[in-house]
């Protein structure tokens, strides 16, 4: 038998923020009135939930918020939820104000606190979202897309003043332990180098892609560099300048940072929130919690949390080859 539909939802962001969590805040609320719950916003994330701050929404309430970045409910790092006392805590706020029922959007981190809630006992469902598409159960998460578009114009636009100058630039990009974006921002950009996390290497073999670039004859050379690589943009910065004679090109470093993490949804992002964050209500609505809702083979589908947590999904080995190939 399965359980009971909850009557009065809450949903939370947690984690770094990604364009398309207002997506999923709003296609949760709005299914969820649909179906004749009532839905309460969680302010700030874990650290909300520990402290009761809950607000009730309307469907007006999550208008005009799905094109927008970030996340209206707001995200922050809750170390008392990290603790027992913590959770229990954030149980009996979930109780006293009759929320019977939880949607946490967020990354890796995030649904390892989901996970803490359901082996409460408490109606959770994870809706996969973070920027590094990290996640074990879901091919892609909600903010990759748009990230991965804001480091791709930031790329071109280096490459067109790398050209003039005929400079080679590093270019760090976000991801932590997962080399995603970096990889797919390297292929789509044409890069000639790309450093990840998953495969350590030598600052030699860097810098000797690329002077090979100059000895082909381009104008300018990019090597994308996942934030975690192993030589990090900082030790391949110091081993590149100090070659730099023999490089040919000019040498530069920038790093992106929280500037991929800022943009508006694009349409993909919009898409894959409105379909997860109705899919999670759906799970909910037939009586399944305790899983993750993401994207299988564009189907929305779910992965227990116990099966996502404490593990990072790592680069498709096949890409790392094409990039290579397609460097040269
Ligand atoms: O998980 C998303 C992410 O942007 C990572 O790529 C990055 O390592 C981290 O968050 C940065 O965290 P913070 O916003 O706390 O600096």
Not at 12 to 36: C, E, H, K, V
Not at 175 to 197: K, M, N, Q
Request: aromatic residues 4%; glycine residues 12%; hydrophobic residues 40%.
């Amino acid at each position: 038998m399965p359980d009971a539909a909850p009557r009065h939802l809450a949903v939370l962001t947690s984690g770094g923020d990604a364009p398309g969590m207002n997506a999923a805040i709003r296609a949760i609320t709005r299914t969820a009135l649909a179906r004749g719950w009532r839905v309460s916003g969680v302010r700030d994330g874990y650290a909300g939930l520990v402290e009761g701050r809950f607000d009730e929404l309307a469907s007006r309430d999550v208008g005009g918020i799905l094109q927008r970045g970030g996340t209206v409910l707001g995200s922050a790092r809750s170390p008392e939820f990290r603790e027992e006392v913590g959770q229990r805590t954030a149980l009996a706020h979930l109780r006293e104000a009759g929320i019977d029922g939880l949607v946490v959007i967020g990354g890796n981190g995030s649904q390892t606190g989901s996970h803490a809630l359901h082996q409460h006992g408490f109606p959770v469902v994870g809706v996969a979202s973070t920027i590094d598409n990290d996640l074990v159960g879901s091919d892609i998460t909600i903010g990759v897309d748009s990230a991965l578009n804001t480091a791709l114009e930031a790329v071109d636009r280096l490459k067109t003043t790398a050209s003039s100058h005929r400079r080679a630039f590093l270019v760090e990009v976000m991801g932590r332990d997962c080399g995603y974006l970096a990889l797919a921002t390297g292929i789509a950009s044409g890069a000639e180098a790309v450093v990840v996390p998953e495969h350590p290497t030598s600052p030699e073999a860097v810098v000797e892609q690329l002077r090979a670039a100059y000895a082909r004859g381009n104008s300018h050379a990019v090597a994308v560099v996942g934030e975690g690589s192993d030589p990090d943009t900082e030790q391949l910065l110091a081993h590149a300048k100090a070659h730099e004679d023999d490089l040919g090109f000019e040498l530069r470093a920038t790093v992106l940072g929280h500037v991929q993490r800022g943009a508006a949804p694009g349409a993909f992002d919009r898409l894959l929130a409105s379909r997860l964050g109705a899919g999670a209500v759906d799970r909910l609505a037939a009586g399944e919690h305790g899983v993750l809702v993401g994207l299988h083979g564009n189907q929305v589908d779910t992965t227990p949390l116990a099966e996502v947590i404490g593990v990072t999904k790592s680069v498709d080995e096949r890409l790392l080859d094409l990039a290579n190939v397609l460097a040269t």
